[in-house]
C-alpha cells in the first residue's frame, strides 16, 4: 500500500470518529506542525498548547474536510490558530494597557537565558515582519507546493514566489552577519 | 525536511522570470531552505503527544455522539417533512373525490331577510293558512262562495311565493 494509500485510509477512519486513526495522524503531522508554531511563536510552552489545541479542533472539523489537500487543509487550520493566538496576545496587551497596568517587562537576565535557549535561526526569523516568516515556515514544514501556498493564501502564484524569494534571501543574509 | 516541488523549482520561476534570473532565485531559495534544514526546530516532548492523543480521543468519543444526535436529528426532520407531504397530499386528493355539498334554498332567505321582515311574513302567511283553513271548515255551514275561497288561496300562494323570491 502506497504511503498516499495509506494516508487517506487514515483520514478516513478519523472522519468515522475512529481513536486509533487520530492517533496515527498525530504521529505522522505532530513533529511538523510543532515545528510551525515554535519557529511562529518561539516559545516551547505556547506551542504545545496550540498543538494540542490543532488536533482537538482538527477531531471537531475533519467531517468539513471534502477534497483537496489534507495538508492544505491542517496547515491552514493550523495558521488560523496561530493568528486566533495572537489576536488574544494583542488583545489582552491592550487591556492590560487601559487597566494601568503596564505589560510585563522582562528583565535583561530572563531575555538572555530565553535568547540561549532559542537557536540563531529563531533570533533572526524574528527580525522578519509576520508575513514573510509565516511564508517560510509554511512552505518548509508543510511542504506544500508553491501553487498550494498560494491558493491557501489567495493571492497569485507569482507573488507568493516572490514574496519567498525575498524572504529567504533576507534571512540568508541576516543568518550570515 | 523534503521538498515535493523541488525539481519543478526552476520551471515554475521561468513561468514568471526571465532564465538567468530563475536561475538565480531558486539559488536563493534552496539556500534559504538549507538553513531551515541545519537548524531543526525542536521535536514535541512524548509526554505531550501522549496527553495530546488522550484529548483527542476523549474529543473523537464527544464528535462521534455530536454526530449520532445530528444524523437522529436530520431523520426525524425528514420523516416529518415527508408525513407533512402524504398528509397534504391525501387531504387534496380526498378533497378532489368527495361529491358537491348541494346548497339548500333554506339558507337564501336567512341572508336576504332579516328577522324582523322574516318574522312578519310568517305571521302573514299563517293567518293567510288559517283563514283558507276556516273557510274550507265552514264552506258549506257559513255560506262562503266558492270564489272568496279561491281568492284567498290566491293570495295566500302569492305571499307564499313573494317569501321564498325575497
Given amino acids: 500500500m502506497s504511503k498516499s494509500d495509506d494516508l487517506a485510509r487514515i483520514i478516513i477512519g478519523c472522519k468515522n470518529g475512529d481513536s486509533e486513526s487520530f492517533s496515527r495522524l498525530i504521529d505522522i503531522y505532530a513533529g511538523?506542525?510543532?515545528?510551525?508554531?515554535?519557529?511562529?511563536?518561539?516559545?516551547?510552552?505556547?506551542?504545545?498548547?496550540?498543538?494540542?489545541?490543532?488536533?482537538?479542533?482538527?477531531?471537531?472539523?475533519?467531517?468539513?474536510?471534502?477534497?483537496?489537500?489534507?495538508?492544505?487543509?491542517?496547515?491552514?487550520?493550523?495558521?488560523?490558530?496561530?493568528?486566533?493566538h495572537l489576536r488574544d496576545k494583542q488583545r489582552q496587551k491592550k487591556l492590560l494597557e487601559l487597566e494601568g497596568n503596564r505589560p510585563e517587562i522582562k528583565s535583561a537576565e530572563t531575555e538572555r537565558l530565553e535568547d540561549d535557549e532559542i537557536d540563531k535561526l529563531q533570533k533572526q526569523l524574528k527580525r522578519l515582519d509576520m508575513d514573510t516568516k509565516e511564508l517560510i515556515t509554511l512552505r518548509f514544514y508543510s511542504e506544500l507546493s508553491f501553487k498550494e501556498i498560494a491558493v491557501m493564501r489567495s493571492e497569485p502564484i507569482g507573488t507568493t514566489l516572490s514574496k519567498l524569494h525575498r524572504g529567504l534571501k533576507k534571512l540568508r543574509e541576516l543568518m550570515e552577519q | 525536511m523534503s521538498d515535493k516541488n523541488e525539481e519543478n523549482l526552476k520551471g515554475l520561476f521561468e513561468k514568471f522570470f526571465d532564465p538567468a534570473e530563475a536561475e538565480k532565485m531558486t539559488e536563493d531559495i534552496r539556500g534559504g531552505e538549507e538553513i531551515l534544514k541545519r537548524h531543526p526546530a525542536p521535536r514535541p516532548a512524548d509526554t505531550l503527544i501522549a496527553d495530546i492523543k488522550a484529548k483527542v480521543s476523549q474529543a473523537a468519543l464527544r464528535q462521534r455522539k455530536i454526530n449520532l444526535y445530528r444524523k437522529l436529528a436530520y431523520r426525524m426532520v425528514a420523516a416529518a417533512a415527508a408525513i407533512i407531504v402524504l398528509v397534504s397530499i391525501t387531504a387534496k386528493l380526498a378533497e378532489k373525490t368527495q361529491p358537491e355539498k348541494p346548497v339548500t334554498a333554506s339558507a337564501s332567505p336567512k341572508m336576504i331577510w332579516d328577522d324582523k321582515d322574516l318574522t312578519t311574513l310568517t305571521t302573514e302567511i299563517e293567518q293567510a293558512e288559517d283563514d283558507v283553513f276556516a273557510l274550507r271548515t265552514d264552506q258549506n255551514g257559513n255560506g262562503y262562495k266558492e270564489t272568496e275561497l279561491t281568492e284567498l288561496e290566491i293570495n295566500v300562494t302569492e305571499i307564499s311565493s313573494n317569501f321564498w323570491k325575497g
Avoid: H, P
Wanted: glycine share 10%; hydrophobic share 35%; net charge neutral.
Fill in chain 1, 32 to 84: 511538523r506542525c510543532y515545528g510551525y508554531f515554535y519557529r511562529m511563536t518561539g516559545n516551547k510552552e505556547v506551542s504545545d498548547d496550540l498543538l494540542s489545541e490543532l488536533f482537538v479542533r482538527v477531531v471537531e472539523k475533519i467531517s468539513s474536510q471534502k477534497g483537496g489537500s489534507f495538508e492544505g487543509w491542517l496547515f491552514k487550520t493550523a495558521s488560523n490558530i496561530f493568528y486566533d
